[in-house]
């Protein structure tokens, strides 16, 4: 099992502040995935980045994948309240095999 | 359907007991998936299903644990004799071609095993 790593495990933010969440692995990726949890309910997919350096922007969101596919980071300008919830990185390592980090809990505080 | 359909949504077992678990996928996605997710930790894969291809089970933790889908409808996973650490939350998701791009996720079933 491929394992990925994610920090911080919690963060916490005042409504308007940016914040960025980190994705590692030493193991290389055919894709990276990011997904937004919210209490009760299944994660819903927000991008998939394949090819290594990519950055996609979705409105306030900004995702990369590193050059080497190993690694991949969130980055959120100017949070708010609704932006809340768990995210949870996926990085594929076959043809249809995800494995999930634990997650990084953000709480963005009106 | 809209989305992928779980059912019951909570199930609170006895140790012990036999308990089995609905997924309803989005019509016309072949691939469908079983995750589990416990408190603080990622999720954990348990079976993929692809068509009629024989499914991936390298992911059910023990003998305890089994699943079936017939062709791209209905999977149903089946877990014996539960066990308290079988609490989680059970996580199905169906995708089309073999999901590379993303998957669909159900809203879960609770299990708790007491």
């Known amino acids: 099992t491929q394992l990925l790593e994610q920090s911080p495990q919690f963060l916490s933010i005042q409504e308007g502040e940016n914040l960025t969440v980190y994705c590692n692995s030493s193991?290389?990726?055919?894709?990276l995935q990011w997904y937004r949890q919210e209490p009760g309910e299944g994660p819903v997919l927000l991008v998939t980045?394949?090819?290594?350096?990519e950055v996609k922007k979705l409105k306030r969101l900004t995702f990369q994948f590193g050059d080497a596919r190993k690694d991949s980071s969130l980055h959120i300008t100017a949070a708010q309240p609704g932006d809340t919830g768990l995210y949870l990185c996926?990085?594929?390592?076959?043809?249809?095999?995800?494995?999930f980090g634990a997650g990084t809990t953000v709480t963005v505080r009106a | 359907g809209a989305g992928v359909s779980q059912s019951p949504s909570n199930k609170v077992t006895e140790k012990g007991k036999d308990v089995e678990l609905r997924c309803d996928p989005i019509?016309?996605?072949?691939?469908l998936y079983w995750y589990r997710q416990r408190l603080g930790q990622g999720l954990e894969f348990l079976i993929y299903?692809?068509?009629?291809?024989?499914?991936?089970k390298s992911g059910l933790p023990s003998d305890r644990f089994s699943a079936e889908r017939t062709g791209e409808s209905v999977s149903t996973l089946t877990i014996q004799r539960t066990q308290q650490e079988d609490s989680a939350v059970y996580l199905c998701a169906s995708a089309v071609g073999q999901g590379g791009y993303g998957y669909t996720f159900g809203s879960g079933t609770r299990l708790t095993v007491v």
């Open positions: 299903f692809q068509g009629n291809s024989a499914p991936d």
């Open positions: 193991s290389v990726f055919s894709s």
């Open positions: 980045v394949v090819t290594g350096g």
């Open positions: 019509s016309g996605h072949t691939a």
């Open positions: 996926a990085g594929g390592y076959n043809d249809y095999k995800l494995s």
